[in-house]
């Protein structure tokens, strides 16, 4: 799914994502006790210890590890000395210099499994020295046949060397044997909610989300990342497009509980 990042998605930037939600019913609060899966910000000691660890190891790559321990940028980067002109690399020896990274650094990365990770994109070009630079990407990340989103893993390779890495998988997540809302249900809670578009100027556009609108909804599960100060928590939800009211509603599976969403037109 080709979507907003993460973090726009929750901001919303420019799109105004307002949804109109009342308190859901107490067994809809009665979960499994090991949802959702939870990864917490790391303490300032390990963290440090991490990164001196990370940067001696990788003393041309420009980014760092981040608060949850995962590959990133950080305000504490600091411009790395460039690799020195050496011969290129060929497609395939990037490739090969890409996987062996990752099979090296595979708790920051979040890998358990390198094959696993398909490299989807892979670019090159010539800078200003002359060498060849190497772009690879990851697709996105599968649990269980779910997609979780906002997953990739993005590599930069000049001179032999990997200059750039950022993104994450999450080795652990916990997907429930059973989900307490059905897409019944989810219909139940949907309607009549509110969301809103907004129109060129910037003003909120309200579009009611009615019965006859359900009836065309269209639900797919996706795995969603709710990144907080302190934790990352992975849920599992309902991906329901409701083409009436040009909207993507994200409903967590167990709780019930609508936890963002998307419009699908750009005023």
Partial sequence: MKLFKLWKFLAVLFLIILIQSCGQSDELLNIDANYPTTYKKLNATTLIQMQKAFAKDNPYLNTTITDFGFCGSSE?????????????????????AVKSFISQNTTILGVNKLENVTLIRIDSFTIYDGSVKWNISSGTQKMNGLEVF????N??????????????????????A??????????TILLNKVVYLSDISGSPIPMTITAKSLVTAEFSNLIVPLKTADKIELHVVWAVNIPEVFYVIYLDVMTGQIIGGYPTIIS
């Fill in 150 to 153: 906002d997953t990739y893993l």
């Fill in 155 to 176: 590599f930069s390779l000049t001179n032999r060397k990997m200059t750039y890495c950022y993104g994450n998988w999450y080795p652990y997540i916990y997907i429930p």
């Fill in 76 to 96: 504490n980067d600091i411009s790395k000395p460039f690799p020195s002109r050496i011969p290129d690399l060929t497609k395939t020896e990037a490739i090969n």
């Fill in 178 to 187: 059973s989900f307490t809302v059905n897409e019944a249900r989810a219909k």
